[in-house]
């Protein structure tokens, strides 16, 4: 895949997201959170490539044609996950209502001191669950994030809580694989998104809500290589307060044939993506991935 989504000038001024921030603590969620609506018209009215995107990707996934108000929808979704970030990295994350579904499979491996790949993508919130690993001490979650695609962003938010980056591992340098397993190796949870290829990894193309897309292998072959299990994981918004979150073990480990490394992966990652397509279906205004389906379909197995 191109990685033109790293290019793409981000669209969230520094000084607006503080200021939103600063409103949501002093004054409340429930206030700041009026302010989204003109916030998503504002997109809704001047982002005709999201816009687009978001209707190729609702009129796929609803069977039916998509509507301004289902992209204001969608928007709005997304724009609701970004702000509640500010109360969960804050150490608010217990005045939300969340229901966790799976978690004994979870619960079971780190009872074994074994580290495992928790398996996220970008539909719905991975901080969610981070949240409660960062404050409750319960579920030990270091991830694999690229933090220059959202700088201002990610600046104001985890300023809330500067720990955080001891939490997160930037992917693509020479030390990210050996960072990767001494928190496997100290039976930590290692989070990491599957639907979307980053710089030159390899990726392998797949049947997603009827298109091919290129999905990346270097998660499956990481958990192959360390021979750690793989649970996936899936935090939706429900709207509200409420989000629900989902386990579910992908793998107790994954083995490769080194001859035929492609036909003995393939079958992990379609698992994968079938799991994936089932939740967007589920919930599917919480598909958070906004740039065009058609970007990533290439032959399998090429690295770009």
Not at 217 to 243: K, M
Request: proline content about 6%.
């Amino acid at each position: 895949m191109s990685t033109r989504w790293l290019a793409q000038p981000e669209r969230g001024n520094r000084r607006l997201i503080r200021l939103l921030t600063w409103i949501t603590l002093k004054l409340g969620r429930p206030v700041a959170r009026w302010l989204l609506y003109p916030i998503c018209l504002y997109f809704l009215l001047f982002s005709g490539r999201t816009q687009r995107i978001s209707r190729e990707y609702l009129q796929r996934i609803l069977k039916r044609p998509a509507g301004w108000r289902d992209v204001f929808r969608h928007y709005h979704a997304f724009a609701s996950t970004i702000h509640d970030r500010v109360y969960l990295l804050s150490g608010r994350h217990r005045y939300f209502d969340i229901r966790i579904e799976g978690a004994s499979a979870l619960h079971a491996i780190l009872a074994q001191k074994r580290g495992c790949i928790l398996l996220g993508s970008h539909l719905g919130s991975f901080e969610v669950l981070r949240a409660h690993g960062l404050f409750d001490q319960q579920l030990p979650i270091t991830v694999i994030m690229h933090e220059a695609a959202a700088s201002n962003l990610n600046a104001v938010l985890h300023s809330l809580h500067p720990e955080i980056r001891d939490h997160i591992i930037p992917p693509g340098t020479p030390d990210t694989m050996l960072a990767v397993k001494e928190r496997l190796d100290q039976g930590e949870m290692v989070g990491i998104l599957g639907d979307r290829v980053f710089g030159d990894e390899k990726g392998m193309t797949c049947d997603f809500l009827g298109k091919p897309r290129m999905f990346p292998e270097g998660p499956f072959l990481l958990a192959a290589l360390l021979q750690v299990p793989v649970v996936l994981f899936f935090g939706l918004y429900q709207g509200g307060r409420q989000y629900d979150i989902h386990f579910e073990p992908l793998a107790d480990s994954i083995h490769l044939d080194r001859v035929r490394r492609s036909e003995t992966l393939r079958p992990w990652i379609e698992r994968y993506v079938s799991r994936l397509e089932h939740y967007c279906r589920l919930y599917p205004y919480n598909w958070f991935n906004f740039y065009d389906l058609t970007d990533d379909a290439r032959p399998s197995h090429t690295a770009v």
